[in-house]
């Protein structure tokens, strides 16, 4: 079993940075890919980045060069630090994680971004 919480969500102007994080507990060693994910009001929900464990990174193409995703292995969790948002990245945050058994989400983490 893997938990998942997501932090850091919250209000900001658009334009501004938020830093979300994805803290993992329970058997992590099994776990290879974390993803972050989003679903805005009415919409399905988006993959926005990923990472291996290896380190290799994908991004959605509305937010390359402006979200960057990272992981500290030691502390088991997973970052998404996010600039010059907008208002169309206003959704809730997904963290997700793939392991050799099945996928785990957590709870999510509402952001939003005034205009």
């Known amino acids: 079993q893997v938990q998942l919480v997501e932090s850091g969500g919250g209000l900001v102007q658009a334009g501004g940075s938020l830093s979300l994080s994805c803290a993992a507990s329970?058997?992590?060693?099994?776990?290879?890919?974390v993803g972050w994910y989003r679903q805005a009001p009415g919409k399905q929900r988006e993959l926005v980045a990923t990472?291996?464990?290896?380190?290799?990174?994908n991004y959605a193409d509305s937010v390359k060069g402006r979200f960057t995703i990272s992981r500290d292995n030691a502390k088991n969790t997973v970052f998404l630090q996010m600039n010059s948002l907008k208002p169309e990245d206003t959704a809730v945050y997904f963290c997700?994680?793939?392991?050799?058994?099945?996928?785990?989400w957590g709870q999510g983490t509402q952001v939003t971004v005034s205009s």
């Open positions: 990472i291996t464990s290896g380190g290799s990174t």
């Open positions: 329970g058997t992590t060693f099994s776990i290879y890919t």
């Open positions: 997700h994680a793939d392991t050799v058994y099945r996928g785990y």
